[in-house]
């Protein structure tokens, strides 16, 4: 399985009861709907955590069919060539490897800070804005774990004990008091909702 192609998780009721590409998940959702299963049939998109409109009717192929058809591009933007610079002509000495220079704006104390650096000032630069870079991904895959899992929750869970509780430790990026609070929750609907809360999006135990 690609693991670049994105998947999707569905319960009938609070059972969970497909895991992986769209196709097999609708077709799991058809046959649950036609046992006549209690309670609702819904699919999530792992990756956001909101529910997923599908469409069951038809035989397994007209199904495969409308999910294999490309989505219209109407709406895709023009975007226009770009014009072509011609390259400066390479002087001797080594490669620049890709550094460009441009103009930096600091106070005079920034300044003093840097050139007293390792390496002088472009080295402590590179090395401040790498570390930003990571600390900021690190930051946007907490708050997009948090997002998703929350998303589930509302359309699952809200009306389970402790969801306004689990809630706010979710978002308090509290796993020991969310996986408390969640204790008592079908099996299926709470390891989902720690899996989403995962940084990676990785089933937990």
Same mark, same amino acid.
């Given at each position: 399985?690609?693991?670049?192609?994105?998947?999707?998780?569905?319960?009938?009721?609070?059972?969970?009861?497909?895991?992986?590409? &769209?196709?097999?998940?609708?077709?799991?959702?058809?046959? =649950? %709907?036609?046992?006549? !299963? @209690?309670?609702?049939?819904? $699919?999530?998109?792992?990756?956001?955590?909101?529910?997923?409109?599908?469409?069951?009717?038809?035989?397994?192929?007209?199904?495969?069919?409308?999910?294999?058809?490309?989505?219209?591009?109407?709406?895709?933007?023009?975007?226009?060539?770009?014009?072509?610079?011609?390259?400066?002509?390479?002087?001797?000495?080594?490669?620049?490897?890709?550094?460009?220079?441009?103009?930096?704006?600091?106070?005079?104390?920034?300044?003093?800070? &840097?050139?007293?650096?390792?390496?002088?000032?472009?080295? =402590? %630069?590179?090395?401040? !804005? @790498?570390?930003?870079?990571? $600390?900021?991904?690190?930051?946007?895959?907490?708050?997009?774990?948090?997002?998703?899992?929350?998303?589930?929750?509302?359309?699952?869970?809200?009306?389970?004990?402790?969801?306004?509780?689990?809630?706010?430790?979710?978002?308090?990026?509290?796993?020991?008091?969310?996986?408390?609070?969640?204790?008592?929750?079908?099996?299926?609907?709470?390891?989902?909702?720690?899996?989403?809360?995962?940084?990676?999006?990785?089933?937990?135990?």
């Amino acid at each position: 399985m690609d693991n670049n192609l994105p998947t999707y998780t569905s319960f009938a009721s609070h059972r969970r009861i497909a895991v992986g590409p &769209l196709l097999g998940n609708v077709l799991a959702v058809r046959r =649950a %709907l036609e046992s006549g !299963v @209690e309670g609702p049939v819904l $699919v999530f998109d792992d990756a956001t955590g909101r529910v997923v409109d599908v469409d069951t009717r038809g035989s397994e192929a007209d199904i495969a069919a409308r999910l294999a058809a490309p989505a219209p591009d109407a709406a895709a933007p023009c975007i226009e060539p770009e014009s072509v610079v011609p390259a400066e002509p390479r002087g001797r000495g080594r490669p620049r490897l890709g550094v460009v220079a441009r103009e930096v704006t600091l106070l005079p104390r920034h300044w003093d800070w &840097l050139a007293a650096q390792s390496g002088g000032a472009s080295v =402590a %630069l590179r090395r401040l !804005v @790498e570390e930003a870079r990571r $600390v900021g991904s690190a930051k946007d895959r907490q708050r997009r774990a948090q997002e998703r899992a929350y998303h589930f929750m509302s359309a699952m869970a809200g009306d389970m004990p402790g969801f306004e509780e689990a809630t706010r430790a979710l978002f308090a990026n509290d796993e020991s008091r969310m996986r408390e609070l969640t204790a008592a929750w079908p099996p299926d609907v709470r390891a989902y909702a720690l899996q989403l809360a995962s940084n990676d999006g990785k089933a937990t135990a």
